[in-house]
C-alpha cells in the first residue's frame, strides 16, 4: 500500500472551511485514496474516497490532483464537533483489504 | 443506521487472565475486523475474517489471540493470557465486501490489564 504524508495538526475557525492536506506520490493506479477521522477515541469514521475524480458527499468534498500524488479533504463549514484526527489511507479497493492508518493530521476547530 | 455494537466498553483483568471481547457486526456484512490502539499511538490491524475463517492477521496476533464467529451474529476477540500491554482501545469493525468503504467501526472497548 501506498504510504501517505499528513501535517500533524492543523486548527481551523468554526464555520471556515478546513482544507486538509495529504501527499501519496507512490500511489498505484489501482489504488484509491480513502479518508476516515477519529473523535477522541471513538472508532474510526469514513468520511470519503475517490480514485482520481473530485468526489463530494454530505460530509465532505475530496479533490485529487491530476497526477495522483496528492490530495486534499475539504470540509466546507467545519464545527466544533469536526474536531477529531483525519486519516487519509491509500490502498487497493479489493475485498477484505485491510486499513493501515499513519499518525493522521489532528484537527482542531476553534469558535 | 446500523451500528457495529461492541461489549463491554471498558474491562479491567488481572494479568495472565483471559478475556473476550464481543462484538456484533452490521447484520449483512461479510468481512469482520479487529484493530487496536494503545493509549496516543496508531490504530492497528489485528486481524480480518470471512467465511468463517481468518482471512489476515498482523504480526500482533499471535498465539495469545483467537477469533469466532459463535453465531450469526456474534464476533468475539478472545486473549488467552493478557499481558500489561495488551491494555488498550480495541475496535471491531465489518464491511459488506471490503476494500476500504464500506467500513463500520464500533465504538471499542478499553481493555486495561492491570
Known amino acids: 500500500d501506498a504510504k501517505t504524508t499528513q501535517p500533524p495538526s492543523m486548527d481551523c475557525a468554526e464555520g471556515r472551511a478546513a482544507n486538509l492536506p495529504c501527499n501519496h506520490s507512490?500511489?498505484?493506479?489501482?489504488?484509491?485514496v480513502y479518508w476516515y477521522r477519529q473523535i477522541h477515541s471513538q472508532g474510526p469514521q469514513y468520511i470519503i474516497h475517490?480514485?482520481?475524480n473530485n468526489e463530494t458527499n454530505e460530509m465532505a468534498s475530496l479533490i485529487i490532483t491530476e497526477d495522483r500524488k496528492s490530495s486534499t479533504l475539504i470540509l466546507p463549514h467545519a464545527t466544533l464537533r469536526d474536531t477529531a484526527v483525519y486519516y487519509c489511507?491509500?490502498?487497493?479497493?479489493?475485498?477484505?483489504?485491510?486499513?493501515?492508518f499513519g499518525g493522521g493530521t489532528r484537527v482542531l476547530v476553534k469558535p | 443506521e446500523p451500528e457495529v455494537t461492541q461489549t463491554p466498553s471498558h474491562q479491567v483483568t488481572q494479568m495472565g487472565q483471559e478475556v473476550i471481547l464481543r462484538c456484533v457486526p452490521i447484520?449483512?456484512?461479510?468481512?469482520f475486523y479487529w484493530y487496536r490502539q494503545i493509549l496516543g499511538q496508531k490504530v492497528e490491524f489485528l486481524v480480518s475474517?470471512?467465511?468463517?475463517?481468518?482471512?489476515?492477521k498482523s504480526e500482533i496476533f499471535d498465539d495469545q489471540f483467537s477469533v469466532e464467529r459463535p453465531d450469526g451474529s456474534n464476533f468475539t476477540l478472545k486473549i488467552r493470557s493478557t499481558k500489561l500491554e495488551d491494555s488498550a482501545m480495541y475496535f471491531c469493525?465489518?464491511?459488506?465486501?471490503?476494500?476500504?468503504?464500506?467500513?463500520?467501526f464500533g465504538s471499542g472497548t478499553r481493555l486495561t490489564v492491570v
Open positions: 469493525a465489518s464491511s459488506p465486501t471490503g476494500g476500504g468503504y464500506g467500513y463500520t
Open positions: 507512490t500511489i498505484s493506479g489501482n489504488e484509491y
Open positions: 475517490g480514485l482520481k
Open positions: 489511507i491509500v490502498i487497493v479497493k479489493a475485498a477484505g483489504n485491510k486499513l493501515t
Open positions: 447484520s449483512n456484512h461479510l468481512y
Open positions: 475474517f470471512y467465511n468463517n475463517e481468518i482471512s489476515e
